[in-house]
Nanobody, 121 residues
């Protein structure tokens, strides 16, 4: 079984920073694209950023250069550095990854359980 586990969330004041981490573990042969999504109360889950195994990145327009995604392939870990946080960034943040698992031919999409980020004074 492959698991994605997020960490680093919490409460921060507007203008502050947080760094989210997500580690993929289990019976993994390879980890391909990794990314972050978020879901605010009463809203649909939305794309935040993703990064390929080679380091190519994409970001949602709403991030406006405030967030940076990175990864450590050796550790099967993806990070999201969030700066100049705003109240509208408040949401549950989910990690997503495409993983080739032991015993399976096709890669599977895996999601983390989500972690709360609250931006409030």
């Amino acid at each position: 079984q492959v698991r994605l586990v997020e960490s680093g969330g919490g409460l921060v004041q507007p203008g502050g920073s947080l760094r989210l981490s997500c580690v993929a573990s289990g019976r993994i042969l390879a980890v391909f694209g990794m990314g972050w999504y978020r879901q605010a109360p009463g809203e649909q889950r939305e794309f935040v950023a993703d990064i390929s195994r080679d380091g190519d990145t994409k970001y949602a327009d709403s991030i406006q250069d405030r967030f940076t995604i990175s990864r450590d392939n050796a550790e099967n870990t993806v990070y999201l550095q969030m700066n100049n946080l705003k109240p509208e960034d408040t949401a549950v943040y989910y990690c997503k990854s495409l993983v080739r698992e032991v015993g399976r031919f096709d890669p599977r999409t895996r999601w983390g359980q989500g972690i709360q980020v609250t931006v409030s004074s």
